[in-house]
């Protein structure tokens, strides 16, 4: 291979790389701290006003972000928070926190699937409300890529039985992820975040899809 023909070739993948790269933004908006936490990512303290970028690779999927609140952490980072806590500053790849909280899906465009599938999931719980917008491409693919959002009471409005510190229970903590459905207790949140994920065969109404490269921005209470 000629060194110019390996430089075309190595600046026409740095076009591609560049054209498919996604920037997720994360705000907080909240008038407490947030520590925000992501796999992959790690996590970073959010003051109020403070923002967070995440650079994903092209590829990502199954990927996570969430919100923790109440959290005391020791000079190395170790600690616990009142929600969604991993034990750390910056979470492990794998470890998704506690339970209850308000969750953010996505997995960037693959082979087969040329779009990113996103959504927001309150089959955890919620803690925080969010919102999840496109910075570019709004509107595309038939307006299913758009702003989705969960920012309803949920705290002050949660059922008795499903309060906890901090935040409010999901009917599937209790009966079961894989097994929990439609019924009057997933209509709970559907009812207040029709967005969301309210139990696992839930995907009809609650997942979205924009193109691939498209830039976003996670906001905690938006």
């Not at 303290?45 to 952490?73: E, H, V």
């Not at 139990?199 to 009809?204: E, L, T, V």
Request: with cysteine.
């Amino acid at each position: 291979m000629s060194p110019i023909y390996f430089s075309l070739v190595t600046i026409l993948l740095s076009i591609i790389t560049i054209t498919h790269a996604t920037t997720i933004t994360v705000v907080n908006n909240c008038d407490y701290t947030v520590w925000a936490a992501a796999d992959p990512g790690g996590g970073r303290q959010l003051n109020k006003g403070n923002t967070w970028n995440l650079n994903p690779a092209p590829g990502t999927k199954m990927a996570r972000i969430w919100g923790r609140t109440g959290c005391n952490f020791d000079g190395n980072g170790n600690g616990n928070c009142q929600t969604g806590g991993c034990g750390k500053l910056v979470c492990n790849p794998g470890n998704w926190g506690t339970i209850p909280k308000t969750l953010f899906e996505y997995t960037l465009a693959q082979p087969n699937n040329p779009t990113d599938t996103i959504d927001i999931s309150l089959i955890e719980g919620f803690n925080i409300p969010i919102s999840f917008s496109p910075t570019s491409n709004s509107g595309a693919l038939g307006g299913n890529c758009r702003t989705i959002r969960c920012t309803a009471d949920i705290n002050g409005q949660c059922p008795q039985n499903w309060r906890v510190p901090g935040g409010c229970k999901s009917p599937c903590t209790s009966q079961g992820i894989g097994t929990c459905g439609a019924n009057g207790d997933s209509r709970f949140y559907k009812q207040r975040c029709p967005d969301a994920y309210s139990y696992p065969n839930d995907d009809p109404t609650s997942t979205f899809s924009c193109p691939s490269g498209t830039n976003y921005r996670l906001t905690f209470c938006p």
